[in-house]
């Protein structure tokens, strides 16, 4: 049985293997390996670097015409990324791996202008499979969907709404990953997750929003026009802002009644099997 998978780059046009008339084979996609560090002989940690992994795909067109089509469109949606340097997602159920496709070897293509053979090569220098879950806060009714976040939506991501902001429930086995959206107006937001507060001195004005990025290390204040600005140096020392969230139920509170999204990462070596 031939794995559904999707591939889309940072133009949002998607390629969908399985659908049709492009097939993705047998590949290396799920699999993984930490490298060890070692001190005195010792186990010390794990790491992962820059990691490379082959995906082959077929193409078998109901004609040369749509052959044709489908080879140029591959290749074009897979270099748009490289030659923009913006990272690209294969997406394998509710999970995404930010990737490059640098290179694509062929063959059988001589047969028929609707069939080729291809296996693309594929880097990734954060080699995690992604699905991320966002709870919204303070709304007062149930509000669905990912409006005004400064970040795309063209990966798979489940909503959740907590009127006033109770409880944050984490689907990872581990400590994850966040970004944390704040809404103006409001004066030096306080949020407290499991005991921990993550706060920014700083004014957000109506139609301005904040944003925490925990795997950046970022901080960043969207204006009303468009425009960012760096609140890195606003945010509060005596609390590590980056701190990340633990696993299962954490009880939530903020200092005002501000509304606020909490998007958990769920990072693992391989997407979860379904």
């Not at 031939?2 to 659908?19: A, D, P, Q, R, S």
Request: proline share 2%; with cysteine.
């Amino acid at each position: 049985m031939l794995e559904k998978i999707t591939y889309i780059n940072h133009l949002n046009e998607v390629v969908e293997f399985g659908n049709g008339e492009i097939f993705a084979n047998y590949n290396d996609l799920r699999n993984y390996d930490w490298s060890v560090i070692s001190k005195n002989n010792k186990i010390s940690g794990f790491k992962k670097g820059i990691v490379k992994k082959t995906l082959p795909i077929k193409i078998k067109a109901k004609t040369e015409e749509e052959g044709i089509k489908l080879k140029n469109h591959l290749f074009e949606v897979f270099e748009k990324d490289v030659l923009s340097k913006k990272h690209g997602k294969f997406i394998i159920g509710d999970y995404y791996l930010k990737c490059y496709v640098t290179g694509a070897s062929k063959s059988e293509y001589l047969l028929s202008k609707s069939y080729l053979t291809i296996k693309v090569t594929i880097y990734t220098d954060y080699p995690y499979w992604v699905r991320e879950t966002t709870t919204q806060f303070n709304y007062g009714k149930a509000v669905m969907g990912g409006t005004n976040l400064d970040f795309n939506r063209d990966f798979p991501s489940d909503y959740t709404s907590n009127m006033l902001g109770k409880t944050l429930d984490s689907v990872s086995f581990a400590e994850c990953n966040f970004k944390m959206v704040i809404y103006g107006a409001t004066e030096n937001p306080e949020i407290i997750i499991a005991g921990h507060k993550y706060a920014v001195n700083t004014s957000i004005a109506a139609n301005e929003y904040l944003t925490i990025d925990s795997i950046n290390k970022t901080i960043v204040k969207t204006l009303a026009d468009g425009t960012t600005a760096n609140c890195f140096n606003q945010r509060n020392r005596e609390s590590y802002i980056f701190e990340k969230i633990p696993a299962g139920q954490s009880m939530v509170s903020s200092n005002t009644d501000f509304k606020f999204d909490v998007t958990l990462l769920d990072e693992r070596s391989e997407p979860k099997w379904i």
